[in-house]
């Protein structure tokens, strides 16, 4: 199967390409803007693979991506470019609305163009697939329930909303001009190459560095945890074996307080990186509560029953096993850490400017 990936040089698009060039004999290819967020160092393992191959474009521009599809002919085509920081989502929502909404116009109007060239057999067997995220359910604080693939959409951030309204895009272009889709909507992913203004890759690089752990709030905030490894074999599935027009929630059964994962994370470098730095007694005393950033939904939790009953993916990682294999990595891989803070972003919690003085 041919595969085109858009994203493919962010978080889970990189593990995603690896895992399709590692395990399958799928060919690739790779279409990212290289943005803040997209990296080629996550690829590198991969990037002399005869079946792979990588176009630096924008997802808008609609004319450059027909040419590729023309010239490529995939079979599936995964949607994962995407603005994704809600952080950065609540200082400068413009970039959201462009990428994730309009992009994703784009994308669908250039793919439904290319689908409609196709013979019969190609038309049929042909997928879209679009990664979406489980903020667009908005906030379960003070519901014990889980969000299943029906849960009505409440998005609480510029970004959770574009990605909603990138969502109904999808399920409209189905609905209305008969475009062979998939959607999944994901619980928080963690694992390596992760880029460093997340919980964890923060929590981390700040205690190595000795520099204040930032924790919004009181930290009660509840995730639920997904390796991204594990993200990426839900995909494949997806694409593969998945039900077109259907949605499927992936997550890790994971669900952790925020503050749980940075005591976690502490704990592990305790032991895993005992020689502290100077003037730190234990990492834990670097934990600083900041202001909370504002809409914070207080809890996520991902029904991932569907995509266990009906394509029979399991997550392989609980989070104990997957936090220390992250920990572990970035241990192991400081330079791609230093390679990724040499740009614009310098450790600080963003959404909230008045806290960026305390944490950079």
Known sequence: MRILVTGGAGFIGSALIRHLLDNTEHEVLNLDKLTYAGNLESLQSIASNS????VQADIGDQATVSALLARFQPHAVMHLAAESHVDRSIDGPSDFIQTNIVGTYSLLEAVRGYWNTLQAPGREAFRFHHISTDEVYGDLHGVDDLFTETTPYAPSSPYSASKAASDHLVRAWHRTYGLPVLLTNCSNNYG???F???LIPLIILNALAG???PVYGNGQQVRDWLYVEDHARALLTVVTAGKVG???NIGGHNEQK???VVHSLCALLEELAPERPAGVANYADLITYVQDRPGHDQRYAIDAGKIERELGWTPDETFESGLRKTVQWYLANLDWCQHVQDGSYQGQRLGN???KDLIA
């Open 192 to 194: 390596p190459f992760h």
């Open 51 to 54: 079946r792979y191959e990588f």
């Open 258 to 260: 925020n503050i749980d």
């Open 246 to 248: 259907e949605t499927y």
């Open 211 to 213: 520099k204040p752990l």
């Open 196 to 198: 460093p203004e997340k």
């Open 353 to 355: 400017s008045n806290i």
